[in-house]
């Protein structure tokens, strides 16, 4: 599985992120592929999962069930309730 961290440049806010989802998943045991990248990268086929804040989600052309949407980038807290949600679909 690859899980891209999205922002609007693909500097330093999606590489936090990328931070964030690797500590999580690694808390939730699964194994994956995480990067980032900016807005244009933002594309279905590129990965498998996409997250990026909420500022910038309506912008990409993600399906919904391809995308988690976060509203604080710094919350690992909410990143790690979302990604649970995800893999326990």
Do not use: W
């Not at 964030?20 to 990965?47: Q, R, T, Y």
């Not at 910038?56 to 604080?72: E, K, M």
């Amino acid at each position: 599985m690859k899980i891209m961290a999205i922002c609007g440049s693909g500097l330093g806010s999606s590489f936090m992120v990328e931070m964030n989802i690797k500590k999580v998943l690694k808390k939730m045991g699964v194994d994956a592929e995480v990067e980032h990248s900016d807005l244009s990268s933002a594309i279905p086929g590129e990965a498998d999962l996409f997250v990026m804040a909420k500022d910038i989600a309506a912008s990409a052309s993600i399906p919904d069930n391809q995308l988690i949407v976060i509203t604080n980038i710094i919350d690992i807290n909410e990143l790690e309730t979302k990604l649970r949600a995800y893999f326990n679909k």
